[in-house]
């Protein structure tokens, strides 16, 4: 059976995003996906990172946060809700990211959710990245909501285009530990909007959920076109 793990980030339960997340679970489990489902504000979870994520420390006198995870993971002293996530990543074929869009970015909470379960030596390592990242083989899917109106993003609009805004979560951080990565779904103007609005945009989720195998996917780099050290290997002339 398929496996989808949703991380949701609103402190307001009833809020517009909480009906995305409900939406998008709903479409999945109605296609054969078996469900799990983060509340990060309702779990209390801890947006900080901070030598107290790990019971033991290869180095107590100084913290490099990216070593004490691999220690803390193969010493299994990792804290417990930091691994209890990182087996609910690792056993999904499909990571869902819901959430509203603040300042260009992901919530705090979502961002420290990022930090502290993206582990080192488990997601992504030395040439462990992109196409042979440790999430190889998984997809993931950013389900957001915004304020502004849809005309206000693109190359030529006010604000620029919105995947360009969000290139460090899409690429810089689900492309780069190997993820194959959806085109993300996102809701305009939604605190502005009216009810009718809101369930045409849900009803686009659903839909659009329920047709998820045919989405097109965001281009990543290949390592197979970089040299050891990163470096673009030169183009290779046409033949014949």
Not at 134 to 160: D, N, Q, T, W, Y
Not at 162 to 176: A, D, E, F, K
């Amino acid at each position: 059976m398929k496996r989808a793990h949703i991380v949701y980030a609103h402190p307001e339960p009833h809020s517009f995003v909480a009906a995305m997340r409900d939406v998008a679970g709903e479409a999945l489990a109605s296609q054969g996906w078996q469900t799990s489902i983060t509340d990060l504000h309702a779990a209390g979870f801890n947006a900080v990172a901070s030598g107290a994520d790990f019971g033991t420390r290869s180095c107590p006198e100084y913290l490099t946060y990216s070593l004490e995870q691999r220690h803390a993971w193969e010493n299994a002293s990792l804290d417990p809700h930091i691994a209890a996530e990182v087996r609910a990543v690792g056993a999904a074929d499909l990571l869902v990211l819901v959430f509203p869009i603040f300042w260009y970015s992901v919530p705090a909470q979502l961002k420290g959710w990022i930090d502290r379960v993206f582990l080192s030596g488990v997601f992504y390592g030395g040439k462990r990245i992109y196409d042979r990242g440790g999430m190889r083989g998984k997809h993931a899917m950013v389900v957001a909501s915004l304020g502004g109106r849809e005309h206000m993003f693109g190359p030529s609009a006010i604000h620029g285009d919105l995947q360009s805004m969000l290139r460090h979560l899409l690429q810089g951080t689900l492309g780069y530990v190997g993820f194959s990565v959806y085109e993300p779904f996102f809701a305009y103007h939604v605190p502005y909007v009216g009810s009718e609005e809101r369930a045409g945009m849900l009803g686009r989720l659903l839909h659009e959920m329920r047709q998820l195998e045919s989405r097109p996917l965001l281009p990543m780099p290949r390592l197979e076109d970089f040299d050891d050290q990163f470096r673009p290997k030169p183009a290779q002339a046409p033949s014949g």
